[in-house]
């Protein structure tokens, strides 16, 4: 494969993982922001999808362990979800028939949707970049930090100073009962990246952590490793994201995406950048 184009870097300023099962997210819906973050708006997840549930609290955690304080309000979000919504469209869909259009809840539609995830942080941290959905499928991680590299390296637009990467999943797809209804207790997780552009740090020294895209011209006959977001690939980025910070033998991760993309997560010399893994 031959580059087609030069590698776009941004930092990496903060990262978390959180994790809760279905069971859990009941009470995390109204647990307050971590201290150290920004406060959540009481009630504000009561109709939210299981999903923006989980990205919500993991961009909360990973602001309450920023080693700066930061302002939200120029941050960008990009939702990169797989088969969120699918819990309440199938409890929907299943009561239809015998309820007709009065059991359909108003909520499907914002809260259930490609960009709800993103909408959701945006406007509840009060934050006045783009906030979009992509992906929504096994590539979404991936699509996800292309769209969200892209804003911070490419968008000519000084308002938006950074941009977060909010990726979430069902550890397994949940299986459904005749009433839409999870069977067993199923785990929910969300990765939240905060990417910044790639500049010096105020003391003119090099970021502990950076991430390059750059894009390839795939070769039709090359075999290639996929990332896709299926069971333990977010969490085995999320894994290498800490294992480079820390500095331990893990010092540069890279792996080629489907879309003929490369994504390099890489060390430097200087004290690791925030990172956090929670359970809910």
Not at 18 to 27: A, G, K, N, T, V
């Amino acid at each position: 494969m031959k580059p087609a184009s030069p590698p776009v870097g941004c930092r990496i300023a903060v990262h978390a993982l959180l994790e809760s099962r279905l069971s859990q997210l009941s009470s995390l819906r109204n647990r307050a922001a971590p201290s150290g973050g920004p406060p959540l708006p009481p009630r504000f997840l009561r109709h939210a999808d299981e999903q923006t549930v989980v990205g919500m609290h993991a961009v909360l955690t990973a602001l309450a362990h920023h080693p700066q304080p930061t302002l939200v309000a120029g941050h960008a979000v990009v939702a990169a979800p797989c088969r969120s919504g699918r819990l309440a469209a199938a409890r929907t869909l299943a009561g239809l028939p015998a309820g007709g259009a009065a059991t359909v809840s108003p909520h499907i539609v914002p809260q259930c949707s490609l960009h709800s995830v993103a909408g959701a942080v945006s406007v509840a941290l009060g934050m006045h970049g783009p906030h979009i959905g992509v992906g929504g499928g096994p590539d979404a991680l991936a699509e996800g930090l292309l769209a969200a590299a892209t804003l911070v390296t490419a968008v000519s637009d000084p308002n938006c100073t950074a941009a977060w990467v909010v990726a979430t999943e069902w550890a397994e797809e949940p299986a459904l009962d005749a009433a839409g209804d999870a069977l067993g207790d199923p785990v929910c997780r969300a990765l939240a990246i905060l990417l910044e552009p790639a500049a010096a740090t105020p003391d003119g020294g090099e970021h502990a952590l950076s991430l390059m895209l750059a894009v390839r011209v795939p070769t039709p006959t090359a075999s290639r490793p996929r990332l896709n977001q299926t069971e333990g690939d977010l969490v085995a980025f999320a894994r290498a994201l800490a294992m480079c910070a820390e500095g331990g033998a893990l010092a540069t991760w890279t792996v080629t995406c489907p879309w003929g993309g490369e994504i390099r997560i890489t060390a430097q010399p200087r004290p690791a950048t925030g990172h956090v893994r929670e359970a809910a």
